[in-house]
């Protein structure tokens, strides 16, 4: 990775944990997270906030949500704003987690309306692009990702862009076990890094954040951070367990001391 962008690792845990395990988790992850090379987030479910928040207070580590809804405000039963994420503490969202996409019809244009709201609200989105297996198999990856990189930033201004960060997320690696291999991600990454510059120039391109997510384990975190376009990692799975995801945070100190992996 290029050592002028600050590392992000990123924890989703999904629709997992109550009050109790979320502050347990909360608290062996700031306990363990030193003083790392990487910023650190965990992007816990909404129940889990406030909770997380007082935990995650004093400590370098960044709390972020899942996801959010584009209007500001209003009768939108069961939704949660943007604004009141920042109103939580949150510093990130992820916006258009393929989860989302596929089992929930987000589109591209939902994306978009999303990551503006977020903007708006002056939280950092972690923007989710990624192909399906189908799509891989039939040679439409670069389709796909241009498709939904460019319905995202479309019209957004580079000011704007600048605070975001992407992660390219390969459906058919998310909660399989299967991960992308280094080449694979570093393949798609660099290309995501080409749209960012056809979009907004390569001053833009060179800072973008781009993360590698999809069965990220402590066993494969080093190989994926040694390729030079992979600037950290948005863990699901592996999130959930404090031993391998401060191995995954730690990927560079230990690596460099020579740590056996797990
Ligand atoms: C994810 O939730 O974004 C993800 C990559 O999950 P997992 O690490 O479990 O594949």
């Keep these: 990775m290029n050592p002028k962008r600050i590392p992000l690792i990123a924890g989703n845990w999904k629709m997992h944990l109550g009050l109790a395990d979320a502050a347990k988790l909360a608290r062996e992850i700031r306990e363990g997270v030193g003083a790392g090379d990487a910023e650190v987030a965990l992007l816990v479910p909404f129940t889990a906030l406030a909770v997380v928040a007082e935990i995650l207070k004093g400590s370098p580590v960044k709390l972020g949500a899942q996801n959010l809804h584009w209007?500001?405000?209003?009768?939108?039963?069961?939704?949660?704003?943007?604004?009141?994420?920042?109103?939580?503490?949150?510093?990130?969202?992820?916006?258009?987690?393929?989860?989302?996409?596929?089992?929930?019809?987000?589109?591209?244009?939902?994306?978009?309306?999303?990551?503006?709201?977020?903007?708006?609200?002056?939280?950092?989105?972690?923007?989710?692009?990624?192909?399906?297996?189908?799509?891989?198999?039939?040679?439409?990856?670069?389709?796909?990702?241009?498709?939904?990189?460019?319905?995202?930033?479309?019209g957004l201004p580079p000011v704007e862009a600048a605070k975001i960060t992407l992660?390219?997320?390969?459906?058919?690696?998310?909660g399989t076990g299967k991960t992308a291999s280094p080449a694979q991600a570093e393949e798609a990454h660099a290309f995501i890094r080409k749209l960012a510059s056809q979009a907004h120039g390569e001053g833009f391109a060179s800072a973008l954040r781009i993360l590698y997510g999809g069965s990220v384990k402590a066993e494969n975190i080093d190989a994926l951070m040694a390729q030079p376009d992979v600037d950290g990692a948005l863990v699901g799975g592996e999130s959930l367990k404090p031993i391998s995801f401060l191995r995954i945070i730690h990927y560079k100190t230990l690596a460099a001391a020579g740590t056996r992996r797990p």
């Design 167 to 174: 992660a390219y997320e390969p459906v058919w690696a998310i």
């Design 71 to 154: 209007e500001p405000q209003g009768a939108f039963t069961g939704e949660i704003s943007a604004f009141q994420l920042a109103d939580a503490g949150c510093r990130y969202a992820i916006v258009g987690h393929s989860e989302r996409r596929r089992l929930f019809g987000e589109t591209s244009a939902i994306v978009a309306k999303k990551l503006a709201a977020a903007l708006a609200a002056g939280l950092l989105p972690i923007l989710c692009v990624g192909e399906t297996l189908e799509e891989r198999e039939s040679q439409k990856t670069w389709g796909a990702l241009t498709e939904q990189f460019r319905a995202a930033l479309t």
